[in-house]
């Protein structure tokens, strides 16, 4: 393992190619780094990351995807999300041709070439879950072992689980969402009287219970066992059995995880969150099984470590006060537990006391966070504590490059809409806009030339394929195919000649829509976002996640009072949400756009959204039948703007900030400048370049190369022989070898093989 010093302890710096440590911070956008001259009037506390920031390079212009799965599939593919068909977060009706494909040059694979050892812990969302029926697992818990990593300690899930406001307890309600404990645990008496308990039995999964009260160390008993992965019994003693309505099963958020782990010879498995090893605090969690796999490493060989931590994704929950310094604001202050923004009916001044709140925990969960990066450093022998707790770190005494990067921008309610820097909550993750694209991102180690300067030009998420290849000397362009080269540019002279001039001249991100089986319309449902103007989107499968994203539910499993009139089996598109709120005095929605897509030059930027409208065929409110969007319902738009990365308050593509009227491309630009004209013309030029790639893929299976699953261009034997193995696993459910997209890998994607075979396709 690399350290500060060898084995020996001579103090010199291990030779051979670097080790590569790439931290994930997940809905984490620059709004929230002070590092960055931001984070609002109460930035959270983030000295470990600032650390690693002064010690090596920050990027200044980094731009990541709107949306987590296809961030992290440009990290491991090089790839912008239209060229594979990953184009959303993956969600149970997606099916697996939108999802990262088995037979893709990943980067674990490219640097396998090269002597790396590789292993992913914690949170990637590079595939879909086991769970909810979904469509796209076809290798199951080897998912992560076909996609190359020797080594996956982590979730298949895309986000923490709900958090029990049963607070573990059946006898506070029928399922997670239906308790009075917002925050999973139980408050003292002093916060929820009756509901309360200031004592009570901490029952641990392995069956181990100890009696915990008020005094010393604990200021909240429930917190404190829900900390140590325990479920307080409120007010009693220990029995010598663990109490049948005492629920091990049931996830909590950020406490409790379903990890699933394989090898570098598959064996993939999964271990419940009913595990005592499954329950404690995600951010801890994942740091120990880094640190636990990195020791195992003999050192003969370099390794990659990937961490990919769940936090600040939603559901937003307190950390353990542990993780939090005295004087941090919220620490001990169980007044945050209070009921979120759920109906349409809520009182502004709730309203507010929720984006308070939200403000107040996603500031803990940043802290808590920053200070386990700080002792996976440690952990690694990488840095040291002083004595006044501060990281001494000095990665040119190391042999390996840290990176850190945030996979897109923040989440509505966590975003920091003050001074410095007044970011957009209305215009954040899952949408091209600043506040949704603009990312941290920070990278140290020995070959950093002048460390503790910023980098201004542009760089995007793919880039980082091409950074970790050129760390480990791998040859990209030899390794890639000419007929089908990635889109990531080079990083690394960045790092090592700090007068690199800018390499891009356009950066790029965009968000659409995944394949879905033809069936799927049937089992989705709209969620309405208020915080993030009305948005309608039927991207969340299950009533508890939209919920838990600040959303209002029109789909199946409503209570009474929440959503009147509504039919029992909910609504199945937006348009009908649209018709029920305007004919209930609602304001209207505006639809989560089909396609959305930025291009910049760094000063100019456009963005395209392509939206679905409503129109007669997909019925109305009243109407009970499902309805599926009509492909000729869209409404394309092009907006352009004036953006830049300046501090305490950058300019940003707000909403009234566009430089002439939105209106179908071309805009008219006649009341610009000619600058500006010119800057438009360019970059509509490169936009019409993505959108010409992203239709020639949507088609890929059905018009331009059918037949062709391993995307080689060709349609031969190869092909052949992995339908037969896909068909027969997990009931030959989707696959990347489902032609007709009908959730089956079966004989008719067999034919299309055979009618194809032999067949060249163009790039």
Same mark, same amino acid.
């Given at each position: ?494 790092? !090592? ?6 390499? $891009? ?5 965009? #968000? /659409? =829509?995944?394949?879905?089986? +033809? &069936? ?82 760094? !000063? ?6 392509? $939206? ?5 065929? #997909? /019925? =109305?409110?009243?109407?009970? +039948? &499902? ?137």
């Amino acid at each position: 393992m690399a350290s500060c010093s060898d084995d020996s302890g001579s103090g010199k710096v291990a030779k051979g190619k670097p080790n590569i440590l790439f931290v994930v911070l997940d809905d984490l956008g620059v709004d929230q780094m002070k590092s960055y001259g931001y984070g609002g009037a109460s930035p959270a506390r983030t000295p470990n990351m600032d650390a690693i920031a002064r010690a090596g390079v920050l990027f200044r212009n980094a731009w990541a995807m709107p949306d987590c799965t296809p961030t992290r599939a440009t990290f491991f593919t090089g790839r912008y999300p239209s060229q594979d068909n990953i184009l959303n977060a993956l969600v149970a009706t997606d099916l697996a041709n939108s999802s990262t494909s088995p037979y893709a040059m990943t980067l674990p694979k490219l640097l396998k070439t090269q002597g790396y050892t590789n292993a992913l812990i914690g949170k990637m969302h590079l595939t879909g879950s086991d769970l909810n029926g979904s469509y796209n697992l076809p290798y199951g818990y080897n998912s992560m072992w076909k996609l190359g990593w020797d080594y996956f300690d982590g979730f298949l899930d895309g986000a923490p689980y709900n958090i029990d406001t049963r607070a573990g307890l059946t006898t506070k309600g029928a399922d997670v969402d239906s308790g009075p404990y917002k925050c999973g645990f139980i408050p003292t008496t002093k916060i929820s009287g009756s509901n309360g308990a200031d004592s009570g039995a901490c029952y641990l999964a392995d069956g181990s219970c100890s009696q915990i009260s008020i005094g010393g160390d604990v200021v909240t008993p429930g917190r404190s066992c829900m900390e140590r992965g325990g479920i307080l019994d409120p007010n009693q003693s220990c029995q010598s059995t663990v109490p049948n309505y005492i629920d091990f099963t049931a996830q909590n958020g950020y406490y409790t995880g379903r990890w699933v782990k394989s090898t570098a010879q598959g064996n993939g498995y999964v271990i419940p969150a009913s595990d005592p090893s499954s329950r404690g605090y995600r951010s801890i969690l994942e740091t120990d099984r880094a640190l636990e796999w990195a020791k195992q490493q003999s050192g003969d060989k370099p390794w990659m470590l990937t961490v990919g931590y769940s936090a600040i994704h939603a559901p937003l929950q307190v950390p353990p006060v542990s993780l939090i310094a005295d004087g941090t604001p919220g620490r001990n202050d169980n007044l945050v537990c209070s009921p979120h923004a759920d109906s349409e009916n809520t009182p502004v001044a709730t309203q507010i006391t929720d984006v308070i709140d939200s403000h107040l925990i996603t500031n803990l969960m940043i802290e808590a966070l920053d200070k386990k990066i700080g002792d996976l450093l440690v952990g690694l022998n990488l840095a040291k504590y002083n004595s006044d707790g501060t990281l001494d770190y000095h990665p040119e005494q190391t042999n390996t490059v840290v990176v850190v990067m945030g996979d897109n921008g923040t989440y509505v309610n966590s975003v920091k809409f003050t001074a410095p820097g007044q970011f957009d909550p209305t215009r954040a993750k899952a949408s091209p806009y600043q506040t949704g694209v603009w990312v941290p991102l920070m990278v140290a180690g020995p070959m950093v030339a002048s460390p503790g300067r910023e980098v201004p030009s542009m760089v995007g998420s793919v880039d980082l394929y091409r950074l970790f290849a050129e760390i480990a000397g791998a040859d990209v362009d030899k390794a890639i195919p000419a007929n089908d080269p990635i889109d990531g540019q080079p990083m690394l002279a960045y790092l !090592t000649n700090p007068g690199q001039a800018s390499i $891009r001249s356009t950066n790029f991100t965009e #968000m /659409g =829509t995944n394949e879905r089986a +033809v &069936d799927a319309g049937a089992n989705e449902y709209p969620c309405v976002i208020p915080a993030a103007n009305n948005v309608c989107t039927t991207l969340f499968p299950q009533k508890g996640v939209c919920v838990t994203q600040g959303g209002i539910w029109y789909g199946d499993n409503l209570t009474a009072g929440e959503t009147d009139d509504v039919p029992a089996t909910g609504y199945h598109n937006c348009c009908q949400v649209q018709a029920y709120r305007l004919a209930h005095g609602n304001e209207g929605t505006t639809f989560l756009p089909y396609a959305t897509k930025a291009v910049t030059d760094g !000063t100019y930027k456009l963005v395209r959204q392509t $939206r679905n409208e409503c129109v007669p065929a #997909m /019925g =109305t409110a009243a109407d009970p +039948v &499902d309805y599926s969007y009509s492909p000729t319902g869209y409404d394309v738009k092009d907006e352009f703007y004036q953006i830049d990365t300046a501090t305490p308050n950058p300019k940003l593509d707000k909403e009234g900030s566009e430089l002439v009227a939105i209106t179908t491309p071309p805009l008219d630009t006649s009341s610009l400048t000619g600058e500006q004209q010119q800057a438009y013309a360019n970059l509509r030029s490169e936009m019409d370049k993505h959108d010409a790639v992203a239709s020639y893929n949507a088609n890929y299976d059905s018009v331009n190369c059918p037949g062709d699953g391993n995307r080689d261009r060709v349609v031969d034997a190869k092909d052949l022989a992995n339908w037969k193995e896909l068909s027969q696993l997990n009931n030959g459910q989707s696959s990347w070898y489902d032609f007709n997209h009908d959730g089956k890998t079966d004989d008719a994607d067999r034919q299309i093989i055979a009618n194809n075979m032999g067949k060249t396709c163009s790039s």
